[in-house]
């Protein structure tokens, strides 16, 4: 395998971008790709310095794309014109991914994934954007984020985010419950989600595993033991790596 860190200009955030990525050296193109998304507090570079992911991927014919992706939630900002991360994704990422490199560049050979912030960003990218992603996995996902009203409490840290999903996001693009129930199911990606029965995020990814439920959506759900963090997300990314090697059909899985 090779790694590179690449910059490039995102037309979405109207500055230069960053992402690592993971090559699937010597095997002839064209390459599935696997976008994976990093949480709040971290940046591109965090999967590959945290966890053991080239070493996982290895012998697989698959691209390994982590871009960095703020504290935007990967989401297109109400308030914030030049914050749109999940365009950054859904556009300028997979455009120049698809230009630079011999991918595999159709919804069958793309999928993503990602931990808490990018956990949600992971399902919700593909479930408002089914036509460009075949699978979404989940880690300790911040799932009811876009589904819960904004705070306007000036001491609540999440005020933060309010220019990010305006004053009233539930029903809408970024509240993953509403796009589940709203979704053509004859392009449902396959999803996977996991949570650790010690995380605090346990309860919010249980209730989005009901709600999926009810409604008949097929889903893949797993609790393990373990909390919000890097030994948790380093061991069962390999199950999610599995799981999306299937739905790409590469790798004999």
């Excluded at 699978?135 to 933060?160: I, K, T």
């Excluded at 097929?218 to 739905?247: N, S």
């Amino acid at each position: 395998m090779a790694q590179c860190e690449m910059h490039f200009w995102s037309p979405s955030l109207q500055k230069q971008a960053a992402a690592m990525m993971i090559i699937p050296q010597g095997k002839p193109g064209p390459w599935p790709v696997f976008y994976l998304l990093h949480g709040l507090s971290d940046d591109h570079s965090m999967w590959t310095r945290r966890t053991s992911i080239e070493r996982y991927v290895e012998g697989l014919p698959l691209m390994v794309v982590m871009p960095d992706g703020g504290r935007g939630f990967y989401t297109d900002a109400a308030d914030l014109p030049r914050s749109k991360y999940e365009s950054l994704i859904a556009q300028d990422l997979i455009g120049f991914v698809d230009a630079t490199f011999p991918t595999k560049a159709s919804r069958d050979g793309r999928v993503i994934g990602g931990l808490s912030m990018g956990g949600y960003g992971a399902l919700k990218i593909a479930l408002h954007r089914p036509d460009l992603f075949c699978a979404a996995v989940s880690h300790s996902g911040a799932v009811q984020w876009g589904h819960e009203p904004v705070s306007e409490d000036p001491e609540d840290w999440r005020r933060e985010f309010r220019p990010i999903l305006g004053a009233a996001p539930q029903g809408g693009p970024n509240d993953i419950l509403a796009l589940a129930e709203k979704i053509d199911r004859a392009i449902l990606p396959a999803l996977r989600i996991d949570c650790g029965t010690e995380d605090f995020l346990i309860d919010d990814n249980r209730a989005l595993h009901q709600h999926l439920e009810t409604l008949g959506v097929p889903h893949e759900y797993a609790e393990f033991p373990g909390a919000h963090d890097w030994a948790y997300w380093d061991q069962h990314v390999q199950e999610a790596i599995a799981f999306l090697a299937r739905a790409l059909k590469i790798g004999g899985q």
